[in-house]
């Protein structure tokens, strides 16, 4: 790629010269001032210290060629911190060839980095139509590996651009990343893209998925719909070999609902939490989402196992001494922007009166003799456990069954036959910190209780927020209500300063947590100075916030431009228009049912739980581990594959971990409304 400043045309007159350079070499006698190849490849074909050594002993032009290969040796050997300082030290003046390799070893460096938006100016400084065909393909490359699931358009492009390149199994590589990307954009965008007239094939890929759209829901109808697009478009490179994951989709062979086991702590002080959920997955089995009453259970198909009751033990859903109000910080999770998500199908699974469903309890008997019995008994398929030990447990234990979990165990395996479906305060955490980045924050401050709870949190939220290009994050701890209160009263206020959030979280130190809902004593947490604070996310319940807000006012005054945000905590009943008026620009989660996505089921189910947001949380639990449960197969063999829940926007990742869109709400004027 980067010529040798070698002149071909006198190449034979410095045979003799080459020839004495090898015996040289063969004695031990070091050259200086070697020339670079020729023609550089894709990656180095030399370490980064040989490299090196030879822009040390280079005095001329050449020099820089040197360096060059050194920066993308060390790139490849890992070596981020030497290829940074080597990038600073390249000299302004380069040859055209060499500002190339510069822009492409730069757009590395920053991807290497998550510095996303850096990659793509620096490949913008580059004219595609000027690359020879290997530089061309290292641009495309690179351009797809800077996108970070933005402008899949122009990812689609770049695919596109490589699949006359790709041959064997890289071909089909090509292909199924492809399908990937395409199956970011939503169903309701794919009309308004619009494309050159001479963009043959990314208008087939673009019809294609228009068929899978129209068609997934009736596999028959879908491969139908698959070949007369092939007939139309015989030059698309999927034409003729299909997509895998698109292939998967067309011979899916469909889990069995007919008997669901569903294990849960039906017994001891975590019960009140199970049955907010059994009722939620009963009432969408039997079809009464709508209905103006709580549904009566159908005695005949909802079977309860006979199970010995134990006492709770350190996996009870709360220990005993614990209060009985759970926190809603830890009843929702989170998943990247919507805008960057695949086709969606809407509403809850079809009732199934005729599906049979035994409920065992976890406190009874092992989970895996559970496991057995329930597969003796005719089980299909099994919705639970509830708590991370049991789901840890469940998941290594042999069986055949197809399990749709409902927490996280502390270290997450995949498994062919299991899903994942947890209500967490870390996925809210993310899905927070894809929310803020959208908007534009890029120094957020963390509010957090002082506990296990604030630690995940903060460590989430920062991962999440540094994959995004993010840089620090701070954290300060809120302190209890005496505390804010004291505060309101010396007229201390809240300044926006913290720690930067780099430890991993710390261990519950003994609290007990079931679906997220977690326990435990405060302890204490330094601060520190920040910088210009443009956002602050809290985590505190609706007492505590409408002490915090005007703590934060009264320190930074009322024209300032920080951003306030808060989790579903501080979204419980009855807030009135002080607070509502108090809470003015502040933008919160929350679920979709409680957000006003189905305001009649809404009602029924508040009403049934006396407004108690957390167990109406579970009840949508419920109700959407039914609908996962009725689609099982597509989330765990398709990746990608979305539908939306009670709970929010529900996404399968690759592991079939199921994460959720929440929905976002702000004070405006004593009302509120969606944010846009």
């Not at 070499?25 to 990656?43: D, F, K, R, Y």
């Not at 495309?140 to 933005?150: F, K, P, R, T, V």
């Not at 794919?190 to 094939?201: D, L, S």
């Not at 929350?590 to 508040?606: E, Y």
Request: with cysteine.
């Amino acid at each position: 790629m980067l010529s040798s400043f070698v002149n071909r045309r006198n190449a034979g007159r410095f045979v003799p010269v080459v020839l004495a350079g090898f015996i040289l070499a063969a004695c031990g006698v070091n050259q200086e001032n070697q020339t670079p190849s020729a023609t550089l490849q894709p990656t180095a074909n030399q370490g980064s210290a040989y490299y090196l050594q030879q822009m040390q002993q280079s005095h001329d032009d050449s020099r820089s060629h040197w360096q060059l290969l050194a920066i993308r040796a060390l790139l490849d050997e890992g070596k981020l911190t030497q290829a940074g300082q080597q990038l600073q030290q390249l000299p302004s003046q380069l040859t055209a060839e060499q500002q190339v390799e510069s822009h492409f070893l730069r757009t590395q460096y920053a991807i290497s980095q998550k510095q996303f938006r850096e990659a793509a100016q620096q490949l913008s400084a580059l004219s595609v139509q000027g690359l020879n065909a290997t530089q061309r393909q290292r641009y495309y490359h690179l351009m797809i590996d800077s996108a970070q699931g933005e402008a899949p358009v122009d990812v689609l492009r770049a695919y596109i651009a490589l699949q006359p390149h790709s041959a064997g199994s890289a071909q089909q590589k090509n292909l199924d990343a492809t399908w990937q990307t395409l199956v970011t954009i939503p169903q309701d965008q794919v009309g308004n893209i619009t494309i050159n007239a001479n963009e043959n094939i990314l208008q087939g890929w673009l019809d294609l998925l228009g068929v899978y759209y129209q068609n997934r829901g009736d596999q028959d109808n879908l491969k139908h719909a698959v070949q007369d697009w092939q007939t139309r478009y015989p030059d698309n490179p999927a034409s003729k070999t299909l997509p895998a994951g698109l292939a998967q989709v067309m011979n899916l062979s469909v889990a069995s609902t007919n008997t669901i086991a569903l294990l849960l702590p039906l017994s001891g002080p975590g019960a009140v939490f199970s049955k907010a959920i059994e009722q939620g997955f009963e009432d969408a089995r039997n079809g009464h989402l709508a209905a103006s009453a709580p549904a009566t259970t159908d005695a005949n198909t909802v079977i309860r196992a006979p199970q010995t009751t134990a006492s709770a033990t350190g996996n009870a859903a709360v220990s005993p001494s614990a209060v009985a109000t759970p926190t809603a910080a830890d009843t929702t999770t989170a998943t990247p922007e919507a805008s960057n998500q695949a086709a969606t199908i809407p509403g809850t699974a079809a009732a199934n009166t005729t599906a049979q469903i035994k409920v065992y309890d976890t406190n009874g008997h092992p989970i895996d003799q559970l496991l057995q019995q329930a597969q003796q008994e005719g089980a299909t398929i099994v919705v639970g456990p509830l708590l991370k030990d049991d789901v840890a447990k469940a998941v290594t234990t042999q069986t055949s069954l197809n399990i749709l979990a409902l927490n996280e165990p502390p270290d997450l395996q995949n498994h062919p036959n299991v899903c994942y479906f947890a209500l967490s305060p870390e996925n809210e955490a993310r899905d927070a910190a894809e929310h803020m980045w959208a908007q534009g924050k890029r120094s957020p401050v963390l509010l957090l209780p002082s506990n296990s709870l604030g630690d995940r949190v903060a460590a989430a939220f920062t991962r999440q927020w540094q994959s995004l290009g993010g840089a620090t994050v701070l954290r300060q701890s809120i302190g209890s209500e005496s505390e804010l209160r004291s505060k309101i009263n010396s007229n201390a206020g809240i300044a926006l300063s913290g720690t930067p959030v780099t430890a991993a979280p710390s261990s519950d130190n003994g609290a007990v947590t079931v679906a997220g809902m977690t326990f435990d004593a405060p302890s204490a947490q330094p601060v520190a100075a920040s910088g210009d604070v443009d956002s602050v996310y809290i985590v505190a319940n609706q007492a505590s916030l409408d002490l915090i807000k005007p703590l934060i006012t009264m320190k930074i005054g009322s024209q300032s431009h920080v951003a306030f945000y808060a989790n579903s905590l501080s979204s419980q009943a009855g807030a009135g228009p002080d607070f509502r008026f108090e809470m003015e620009g502040l933008q919160f989660s929350d679920i979709p049912l409680l957000s006003g996505a189905n305001p009649s089921l809404k009602q029924q189910v508040t009403g049934q739980f006396n407004q108690d947001y957390t167990l109406t949380r579970l009840y949508a639990m419920g109700v959407d581990a039914w609908t996962l449960a009725n689609h099982f197969t597509p989330l765990r063999q398709q990746p990608g594959y979305q539908l939306q829940g009670n709970t929010g926007l529900l996404k399968a990742t690759q592991n079939c971990v199921i994460n959720r869109t929440l929905s976002w709400n702000q004070y405006t004027h004593g009302e509120i409304v969606p944010v846009n």
